[in-house]
């Protein structure tokens, strides 16, 4: 047997030359030590992991018996035959219970000896082999604890087996409340699901192509892409959550449906007054002239807001924005905000406005372009959604760490889930503009990382029907240099 190693105690010396030699007749490539005594054995024990050992029961000192439960100790996985002489059955008895894989009697059969030995080395070089892959399911094992892809093992009976931490982390669901458990009582909706993902043969780059499908949990929707690699007992599965990155897709899909209509309107006015000035057969009056002029000027005003609005975004996205810290003084900030919202809402004279403003104000710091920016915001959105006779209210008072400011309106309210919603990029209250508003969706977005890159916080409360009051609390003034720019921080 090639490169077997193999181990012959034995304090019989002529016992030791022969026998060596009958088993490299007979054991091609066999390499074979000798010991006269136990305690030289254990040495070379210690030294070596022998794919057999062979020893004779009755030897002074140690004896057999002893010397394999020291072999039991040191080399657990080594199979170890014992040499017995006539009438020793009860030793041999009590050998093979201990733990020895066979017994020889003397005299020495050959043939038996050998095939004996034979089995028993390679029995040994199978348990290596389990041991080997054991030890590769162990390390497979430990690595899977720390992938980012959730991974769980189905079984032929349907039960989970494995479970890892990142199948919990995306999935909510503890390894305790998994494991041994059928797939479909731990995945809601696996029975009509799990046949639909795509299963490879065997695994390797390009096997198969995951399957995004969507699981409910705990009452929210989660989004997986899924595959599957087949094995002997079962079916191992990995995963990934995807649900991120389809709500950013169909982000995109209404950022692309919002933008498409918003620029379809004022482009078409645009188009239409630019085509009627340009009619040779048609006299226009000075006054319609005029009023088509105002036209194209106002819609391309429209079309810059959204421009710069959809490039403010990207560039607080990118962290790309600086805010100036400059000293604000808001009383006047706030009041020429207000006149200036007031005039360009003169068409609506339906609409009242009211402002408040005490006296003294604590003083601010912060970019004072930028926070006009947000009360423009906040104002523009307070007069849209207000209904005729309404009122708009923008009201300043002092806050223990600073300033609040309020602005108040009587319009079409807020739902509490969509309260959750509104401060997000291209959300609308009013999606179908059913109540004739338009916009990009992107004002309260920005108005809310405004304000956050000036150290405060914007919130609302509102109620449907009855109108939305949207606070903003800003710090008071900080220690810090008035000529230093502070860049956005990137938020998600």
Do not use: C
Not at 184 to 199: E, H, I, R
Not at 210 to 218: G, K, S, V
Not at 221 to 235: A, M, T
Not at 366 to 379: A, E, H, K, S, T
């Amino acid at each position: 047997m090639k490169d077997a190693r193999i181990l012959i105690v034995d304090d019989d010396a002529a016992l030791l030359e022969a026998l060596p030699e009958a088993l490299r007749l007979r054991m091609d490539g066999a390499s074979i030590d000798t010991s006269e005594t136990a305690k030289e054995a254990l040495e070379r024990i210690q030294e070596t992991d022998y794919d057999a050992i062979v020893t004779d029961i009755k030897m002074p000192g140690m004896d057999g018996l002893a010397l394999l439960q020291e072999i039991q100790t040191l080399r657990p996985g080594t199979p170890t035959l014992l040499i017995t002489g006539h009438g020793e059955h009860d030793f041999a008895v009590q050998a093979l219970r201990g733990g020895a894989y066979d017994f020889v009697q003397k005299p020495i059969d050959p043939d038996y000896f050998v095939a004996s030995l034979e089995r028993a080395v390679h029995v040994r070089r199978l348990d290596r082999q389990v041991e080997k892959q054991q030890l590769a399911l162990e390390l497979h094992a430990r690595v899977l604890e720390h992938v980012d892809d959730g991974v769980f093992l189905v079984d032929a009976e349907g039960l989970i087996q494995h479970w890892n931490p990142a199948a919990e982390a995306i999935t909510g669901i503890a390894a305790e409340d998994a494991l041994e458990r059928r797939a479909d009582q731990v995945l809601p909706g696996w029975s009509a699901l799990g046949p639909t993902v795509p299963v490879a043969p065997m695994p390797g780059p390009g096997s198969t192509e995951a399957r995004t499908l969507p699981f409910e949990l705990d009452g929210l929707e989660l989004w997986i892409s899924i595959s599957g690699v087949e094995f002997e007992d079962g079916v191992v599965y990995a995963f990934r959550n995807l649900t991120e990155e389809r709500a950013l897709e169909e982000l995109k899909g209404e950022f692309v449906a919002t933008v498409s209509h918003e620029l379809r309107t004022p482009l078409a006015a645009i188009y239409g007054s630019a085509q009627t000035l340009l009619r040779q057969d048609l006299e226009l009056s000075e006054e319609n002239t005029q009023r088509l002029l105002e036209v194209i000027a106002s819609e391309s005003e429209r079309l810059t807001r959204i421009a710069s609005d959809i490039l403010l975004a990207s560039n607080l996205d990118a962290g790309r924005l600086l805010l100036e810290r400059e000293a604000v003084d808001l009383g006047p900030l706030v009041r020429e905000v207000f006149e200036e919202m007031r005039l360009n809402f003169a068409n609506r004279g339906n609409i009242s406005f009211e402002l408040e403003v005490p006296d003294a104000l604590p003083p601010l710091e912060g970019d004072g372009d930028r926070l006009r920016q947000v009360l423009i915001n906040l104002l523009d959105n307070a007069v849209k959604y207000s209904p005729d006779g309404g009122r708009v209210e923008l009201r300043v008072e002092p806050h223990e760490r600073g300033v609040r400011l309020v602005v108040r309106d009587e319009g079409l309210g807020i739902s509490h889930a969509d309260q959750q919603r509104i401060f997000g990029k291209f959300y609308r209250v009013d999606p179908q503009q059913s109540g004739g508003v338009g916009g990009s969706g992107l004002g309260l977005y920005i108005s809310r990382e405004l304000v956050r890159r000036m150290a405060g916080r914007i919130s609302v409360t509102s109620r449907e029907g009855e109108g939305s009051t949207f606070a903003i609390e800003l710090p008071r003034t900080v220690a810090r240099s008035r000529d230093e720019a502070v860049p956005a921080a990137q938020t998600a």
